[in-house]
C-alpha cells in the first residue's frame, strides 16, 4: 500500500500516522521528495482499511499495491484449480459445455432439450427454476418443482446440473443439484455468499454487470474465506455504451483471471450478448482465448420460451455449433470433456 | 411496441404473427414501406414478451414505447406521493437530511454523532447495521444489535432511523425501525424486493451500481406490485471510466425520475462521490436541481471509522454545511423539514 | 511514480533498473517487503514514459502518483485563473453565461436570437459555423458566412462571441472571433491543440464523451505548453449506459477541476443531457456546484432547427429560466457578469 | 422512423405534423391506441434530423428503425467489399497481420523489426509518424521523415505500408503510403474524413474509444460519400470501468459488423488490452470469431520504446504467436495471406 500525502502535512502529523501504522503489523517507511512525500507499507495490508486512511486530512492518496484476496489468488496458490463434477473436470485442460433453457418451463420441454444437448456433445445441463426477472409481471421459475425436473432430466441424460439460486432461504432445495450458480445481480449478495461458503458444492459464481475482475475475485474469496474452495468463475458480459448487444463480453476476462487466480473460468455467450447469431462467432472466440467451459441457452422453440428466447439457440443450431466447438477445441489442445 | 420485420419476411409468416398477436388483448397493425415493413402494437404490452417475440426468424428488432413499469409511473398517478416519516414528509414539499454514520460501531460513537447531527439540523439518522463490504475480512456490521442501538439513538434524539437490510432472513428484526434501506447491490434481490412489498414500512431503494433509471423503476415496481406503495427513490452514483471519483453522481435522474414517476428522491452525496470535499458542492447542486432528501454519511472521526471513512464529514464539517443546505434549501422553496 | 517488481525480479536486474532510473534526474528507491519490493520514484516524473517501464519483464504494475500536467496544475498556480473576454471575467468570482443557437443559420435567425439572449441577460453569444454531425447527410455549418453573421451579431448586442473551430486549415477565419471552442471530439486532436497554443485567444475546451478529467487537463496542458494560457475547461456530459439522456453530465468536475487546476470551469447542460426540460434544472444544479459559466443552447423555433433542436430552449423559456438562474447565482455570491 | 405522441397532443396539431411530414417524401401513418398514439414513417428518413422532430412539443419520443448509413450498409450492397492493398487482399477470405512499431523511431530500428515481422509472416507493415500522445511532453513521432523511412522499409521488405494521419494538412506526405490509418481519437474529425472522401487509397478507420458500432459506420459512411469507398473498419477497445486492461475489447464488433455491413473488419489486440501478454490470447480468438485482420505492434526492444513499449511483443514473441495464428487461421479456413 503506497499513502502519497499532502503537501501541508506537518513532520509530527506524519510521524503519529507512521508509527500508528507501524502497530499494524506493518512495516511503514517515508519516502521524501522535492514535491511530494510517500509512505510505503510492506506486509499484510489486507486488513487496512485503505478509507480510514484515506480520510485523514494529511493524506491525498491512497493506492494499494498488493490485491485484496488470498484464497482466490495464483500469487499463493500457483496450481490450477480442478473441479469435479461427476466425472467432468472443470479447469482440468478439457473444456466443459453447459448447456440448456434459461428457465425450466415443463418437464416436456426440459426432457426434450437436455436429451438434445447431451446428444450434441454438451457436458452438463443448466436450467433455471429461480428465474431473476426485471418486471415483477413476468414468468418467475416453477422452483422447487424446477429442480425435481431438472433431477429428472439427470436421471434420463446423465447430465449433472446447474441452476441459479436467488435467495439463501431456497438452499436446502438445491441438496441434490451438482452445481450452485449465483446469478449477475448476486455477485454482491455477500449474505448469500458466506452461506455458499459452508456447503460443500461447486459455485459458478457470475460476475456483476458493472463488477471488476477484483470485485469478481473478491466475491469467491468470500465464498473461500467460509472454507468452500470449489468456485468456477463467469464472465458474461458488463454493461457499456453500445446498444447493439444487450453487454458487451470481456474476452480479455479470460487471460486475466487465469493469471491473477487459479479457479476456472466459464464464458456464457448467449447473456452476454443477448442475440443468438453471435453465440457461435463468441463461442469460439472463447475457445481460442483459453476458457474452460461455455455456458449456452438452448431452447426447442425460442419464439415461445418464458425468458430470453432472443439469445436462445434452437437444437439443431447448438447441435452445428456444437460440431465447430468441438473441432476446435480438439484444435486447441484441451478437447471437449466426456458427456 | 414496435416490430420491426426483416426483409425476407413472408407475407403467411407476417399474417401468422399477427394473428397471435392479436390473441394477446393488444391491436396488431401492420404497416407498409419501401425498405422495411413494422408491426404496430396498441395495447397493455406490460405482459408481452420482447425477448420471444425477437427471437422469431421473421423479426429484426422489437421496441419498447410504453414503459413496462405502472404503478411506479406518474401517466397513471399524477400526483406526487408523499410519504410520512413521524412527521416528516418526503416528497411533499420540503427537504429531507438523512445523516449518520456509515457503520454502526459502538453505543458512544452512535450516540454522539446522533445527537450532533439532530443538532445541525437532520431530520432523519441513518446508520448500517449490516454492512455490504466487498472483502470477507472487512468490518461486517453489528447485526441485531447495531439496530438496537439505532433505536437507542431515536429514543435520545427523536430522529426516526433509516437503516440497511441486506437479507430477508433478517426481516423481523426491522419490526421497529421506520424505514429499511435497500442497497445498490440488493436492487434487484427480486425474491427481497417481493417480501418487501408484503411490509408496510418505507423503503429507501438505492439505484444499481449500472442501473438504468427504468431498471430502478422496476425495482421499485417489484415492491409495489406487493401492495407497499412506499417506496423511496435515491441516486447514489453510477460506474463509469472516470478514477478520480468512487462513482459518478447522475443528477440528471432528479427531473427525469420526478418526470416518470410520481415518488419522492434522495440524492446521496456521500457514496456517489467517496469523498468528503465533494459533499458538499454536491448537495447544494441536488437540492438546486429538486431533490426531495439527502443521505449524508457522518462521522465522529472518520480517520478512525470502521467502513467508508474517506466520504464521511465529521459533525463540525457537517454543522458547516448545513448552514448552506438550509439557506439554499429555504431560497429555492423547500426549506428543510422539521427534525 | 511507483514501480511495483514481479516476484521473479533478481536482484541484478532491480539494480541495474534503479541505476538507469537514477541516471533520468529522478531518485530511485527500493524498498523490500515480504510478499513484494517496489521501487519509488521522487522527482520530476512527467517525462518518464509509464509505458516503457511497465514494458519490463520484471515489472509488474507502475503507478503514478504526481499529477503528469504542470502548467495547468493548481499546485504550482495556487490562484484562480481569470480570463478576460471584453470584460467579462470568466474565473473571476462572477457567473457567465453563453446563449445561442447550435448553429449559425440565417441572419435574421441569429440576430433575432442573440437580442433575446442578451436581452435575458446572457453575456456572451454562442453558434456554430463549423458543425461536427454524425451524418455526411445533415448540414454541415454555414463556414465563413456563419462567422461573418456572429461578427454582424456581436456588432448589434456587444455580446462577445464563442464559435467552434474543426480544423486547423480554418484558422485565419477567426481572427476576429473572441473565445474559440474546441468541440469534445476535437479534445485529443492534437496538432489542433498544439496550434491553438500558439494563438492568443482563449480557448474554451470540451470534454470528450469518454475522456477522464485528467485527459482534459493534459489537452489544456497541450494547448498550455504552446504558450497560451487562457484555457477555459468545459464538461458536457460523459458517455455511459443510460439511455434516458444523451450523455451523462458530471457536475463532480466541478469542484475536482477547481481543485486540481486554476482555470474557470463551463458546464453546457444542453449537450449533457440532450433534453430541453433538463436544462434548467441541471443549469440551477450547476450554479450551487460552483461553475464559472453556463453553456445553453437557445433557438427561436426549436422544431425547425437545423440541428439539435431537441435541447435548445425558445427564447421565453431562457428568459425565465434566466429568472431562477440570476436570483440563485446572486444567491450563491457570484452574480451573472455583466452584459 | 416511429414518432410517440405525448398525451396532450392535440388533433389538430397532430394532423398538421403528418401533413408536414408527408411534403418530406415519406410517408406518415397514425396509429391511434388506448394509452399513446404514434406516427409511423416510411421512405427515405436519412435526411429527416430527429432533433427537430423531438423538440415539438406534442412529441414524446421519436426512434429510428433504419439504419442511417447507406453505402456502409450490408441491405444496400450484400456482398463483401475486397480492398487490395499490393495482392494482400482484405475482406477476400484470407487473414492479413499488419504488424511493426507503435512509433517509427530510427531507422535501424524500423529496418530490423520490418524484417523480422516479415520473417514472421505479416502481410503489411505498420509504423507511426505522426503520433497522438495524451503529453504534450511526450514523443511526438518523426513526421515527414518517419514515412520517409517506411517507405525504405518497404523497398527492403515488399511489405505495404499503414500509417496513421493526423492532420489534413499533412496529406501530401501520405502520397505514396499503401494504407492510411485514422485514429480513434479521430474517428469524428469530419473535416478529416471528407477529405479522405476524396483520394482513392484505403482508409483504415479505428473506432472511438467510447463510439457506438453505428458512429463507426457513420464515419465510413462519411469518407464513402465522398468516393472512396475502400474502408478498412477496426475495433481496438472500448472504454469502460475494468481498469486491468487499457480498454475492454469488444469481439462482438466482428460479426456485428459483418452482419451491418459489407466492409473489412480488423481487430488490433494490443491498443485493446495495453498488456504485451494478453496479445495471443486476444488475437487468437479474434481469429475465431471471423475477424480480416489483426494489428499488432512489435517492437525490437519494448523496453526502450519511445511509445506504447507495454503492449509491444518483441520479435521472437510475436514470431512465436504467429505461428498459433497461423495455424489457427488455416484450421478456421481463412489462412494468412501471402507475405
Redesign the interface.
Known amino acids: 500500500m503506497?499513502i502519497?500525502l499532502r503537501?501541508s502535512a506537518k513532520d509530527e502529523q506524519v510521524d503519529e500516522l507512521i508509527d500508528r501504522l507501524n502497530k499494524l503489523d506493518v512495516?511503514a517507511?517515508l519516502?521524501?521528495?522535492?514535491?511530494?512525500r510517500?509512505i510505503?507499507l510492506?506486509?499484510?495490508t489486507?486488513?487496512i482499511?485503505?478509507?480510514?486512511?484515506?480520510?485523514?486530512e494529511i493524506v491525498e492518496?491512497v493506492?494499494r499495491?498488493?490485491e485484496?484476496?488470498k484464497k482466490a489468488n495464483r500469487?499463493f496458490h500457483p496450481d490450477d484449480t480442478v473441479i469435479d463434477v461427476k466425472g467432468r473436470k472443470l479447469g482440468g485442460g478439457t473444456l466443459n459445455i453447459i448447456a440448456g433453457p434459461c428457465s425450466v418451463e415443463t418437464e416436456e420441454q426440459l426432457i426434450t432439450t437436455a436429451v438434445a444437448v447431451k446428444e450434441a456433445g454438451a457436458t452438463m445441463l443448466r436450467g433455471g427454476a429461480?428465474k431473476?426477472?426485471?418486471?415483477?409481471?413476468?414468468?418467475?421459475g416453477l422452483g422447487a418443482e424446477g429442480i425435481r425436473l431438472l433431477i429428472e432430466a439427470r436421471k434420463i441424460t446423465g447430465l449433472p446440473i446447474v441452476t441459479e439460486i436467488?435467495?439463501?432461504?431456497d438452499i436446502d432445495l438445491f441438496a441434490d443439484v451438482d452445481v450452485i450458480q449465483v446469478g449477475a445481480?448476486?455477485m454482491?449478495?455477500?449474505?448469500?455468499?458466506?452461506e455458499l461458503g459452508h456447503c460443500d458444492k461447486p459455485i459458478l459464481l457470475k460476475r456483476?454487470?458493472?463488477s471488476?475482475?477484483?470485485?469478481l475475485l473478491?466475491?469467491a474469496?468470500?465464498i473461500m474465506?467460509?472454507g468452500n474452495e470449489k468456485v468456477i468463475l463467469c464472465e458474461r458480459g458488463?454493461?457499456?455504451?453500445?446498444?447493439?448487444?444487450r453487454n458487451?463480453?470481456?474476452?480479455?476476462a479470460?487471460?486475466?483471471l487465469k493469471?491473477h487466480s487459479h479457479l476456472p473460468v466459464v464464458i456464457d455467450p448467449s447473456h452476454?450478448?443477448g442475440i443468438?447469431?453471435?453465440v457461435e462467432?463468441?463461442s469460439?472466440?472463447?475457445?481460442?482465448?483459453?476458457c474452460d467451459a461455455l455456458e449456452i441457452e438452448v431452447h426447442r422453440d425460442?419464439?415461445?420460451?418464458?425468458?430470453?428466447?432472443?439469445?436462445?439457440l434452437t437444437p439443431e443450431a447448438f447441435s452445428k455449433t456444437m460440431e465447430k466447438i468441438k473441432?476446435?477445441a480438439e484444435?486447441?489442445g484441451r478437447p471437449v470433456d466426456k458427456n
Chains 1, 2, 3, 4 share one sequence.
Not at 166 to 169: I, Y
Not at 188 to 194: G, I, M, R, V, Y
Not at 284 to 290: E, I, K, P, T
Open positions: 503506497i502519497i503537501d512495516k517507511n519516502v521524501e521528495g522535492v514535491h511530494q510517500i510505503t510492506i506486509g499484510d489486507t486488513k482499511d485503505m478509507d480510514s486512511v484515506q480520510a485523514m492518496q493506492k499495491v498488493q485484496p484476496y500469487r429461480f431473476p426477472r426485471t418486471s415483477p409481471y413476468a414468468f418467475q436467488m435467495d439463501l432461504k445481480r448476486n454482491q449478495n455477500f449474505t448469500l455468499l458466506k456483476g454487470l458493472s471488476t475482475l477484483q470485485e473478491m466475491s474469496e468470500y474465506a467460509g458488463i454493461r457499456t455504451f453500445e446498444p447493439k448487444t458487451t463480453l470481456d474476452l480479455s479470460v487471460p486475466l493469471y452476454a450478448t443468438a447469431a453471435l462467432p463468441m469460439l472466440a472463447a475457445v481460442a482465448s483459453g425460442p419464439k415461445n420460451a418464458w425468458s430470453d428466447g432472443a439469445q436462445s473441432a476446435l484444435f486447441c
